[in-house]
Nanobody, 128 residues
Framework: QVQLVESGGGLVQAGGSLRLSCAAS????????MGWFRQAPGKEREFVAS????????NYADSVKGRFTISRDNAGITGYLQMNNLKPEDTAVYYC?????????????????????WGQGTQVTVSS
């Protein structure tokens, strides 16, 4: 079992930066890829970024490429999402996710169905 807790959200002006953190408990997190997803009001949850269990493989949604960076610490128990040059359309609740499935060491899934454990989410609001 894995429990995930996000933090670091808040209100920021367009062009600003935020760093989200995802603290995990449960030893399986270090062997799991990690994903960040977001959900804006009235919209479906969408993929933002993912990283393999070893950190060597990463994927990004086209809308955040070049602005967001996903990472995880060496112990693999804390994940991060560095968000720069934020735009109003980035406003959403951001969720981190982990999987109980076994993936290769270079796999960083982009489909939300690949993930089984979810945090409670952290609100990011970007004002124009």
């Amino acid at each position: 079992q894995v429990q995930l807790v996000e933090s670091g959200g808040g209100l920021v002006q367009a062009g600003g930066s935020l760093r989200l953190s995802c603290a995990a408990s449960g030893r399986t997190f270090s062997t799991s890829p990690m994903g960040w997803f977001r959900q804006a009001p009235g919209k479906e949850r969408e993929f933002v970024a993912s990283i393999s269990r070893g950190g060597g493989s990463r994927n990004y949604a086209d809308s955040v490429k070049g602005r967001f960076t996903i990472s995880r610490d060496n112990a693999g128990i804390t994940g991060y999402l560095q968000m720069n040059n934020l735009k109003p359309e980035d406003t959403a609740v951001y969720y981190c996710a982990a999987s109980r499935k076994i993936y290769s060491g270079t796999s960083s899934p982009v489909n939300l169905l690949a993930y089984d454990y979810w945090g409670q989410g952290t609100q990011v609001t970007v004002s124009s």
